[in-house]
């Protein structure tokens, strides 16, 4: 880059120069930029003559117009200040924004994403210490959110932690599992545990009819089935204290002499 006296010659690189490779004198001054100077057309390789008049001294820490000024000096487009994105090495494009949340970690969001139930910091930051109330019918999830009432233990998960279906009555035909799970009422004491925590074989009472065996399960099998050497009850009491019937020929010798005599 030339230097020179007023009426020496600058190349230019760019349509609009911000800053010079390196210091130009016009005068007895230094300048490294060139402000609000606009070429009528992208001269890539020739030299314009002339730009005394045109030219300002400028305080090397500040920007351009319509640009933001980090605080290392660094230049950055005004628009990208305050939007959640630190684009100045040292973050200050994104401190003391108005409208937005500061997280733990310094990153900044939109105050409106602040308690909204989902963590937009990194940390969480954002959803810690949030206090809700809830208008009247209104359900409050775990989460500091508020639902319809109506849609509390309606078997759908509206709160994000699930809150709105714990401890929530089964309905007609069901059966309430110890965990508050819901299962078929006719699965309760059939002998098999449906229930993760096995509630629903627990305490069940059954009257068999005559002639049937009750297993220690708790479930009624035809007597004719008792002592048939297969094993029908769960439990397997339906073979228990059997006597073994014989054929003839499991009879020893000894024994069919004697029955012949």
Do not use: W
Not at 5 to 23: D, N
Not at 229 to 244: G, I, L, P, S
Request: with cysteine; proline share 2%.
């Amino acid at each position: 880059m030339p230097s020179g006296m007023p009426g020496g010659s600058v190349q230019v690189q760019e349509r609009e120069v911000h800053r010079f490779e390196s210091e130009v004198q016009f005068g007895h001054q230094l300048h490294r930029r060139i402000r609000r100077t606009r070429m009528p057309r992208f001269l890539p390789s020739r030299s314009v003559v002339g730009l005394s008049a045109e030219c300002e001294e400028l305080d090397d820490a500040a920007c351009a117009e319509g640009k933001f000024t980090c605080g290392n000096g660094a230049c950055i487009d005004a628009d990208r200040r305050c939007d959640t994105v630190e684009d100045c090495e040292d973050g200050s494009d994104e401190v003391d924004c108005k409208g937005k949340f500061t997280c733990g970690n310094g990153a900044c969001i939109d105050a409106d994403r602040r308690c909204d139930t989902v963590e937009d910091c990194e940390d969480g930051s954002d959803e810690v210490d949030c206090k809700v109330a809830c208008g009247v019918g209104q359900f409050v999830c775990d989460v500091n959110r508020c639902i319809d009432g109506e849609r509390r233990c309606d078997r759908v998960y509206d709160c994000q932690d699930r809150t709105d279906e714990d401890f929530c009555p089964c309905a007609e035909g069901k059966f309430t599992c110890g965990n508050g799970a819901c299962i078929d009422a006719d699965r309760r004491c059939d002998t098999v545990e449906d229930c993760e925590d096995g509630s629903d074989e627990v305490d069940c009472k059954v009257a068999c009819g005559v002639g049937q065996f009750v297993c220690d399960v708790n479930r009624c099998i035809d007597g004719e089935r008792r002592c048939d050497r297969v094993y029908d009850c769960q439990d397997r009491t339906d073979e228990d204290f059997c006597r073994k019937s014989l054929s003839s020929s499991e009879i020893p010798s000894s024994l069919s002499h004697k029955v012949t005599d």
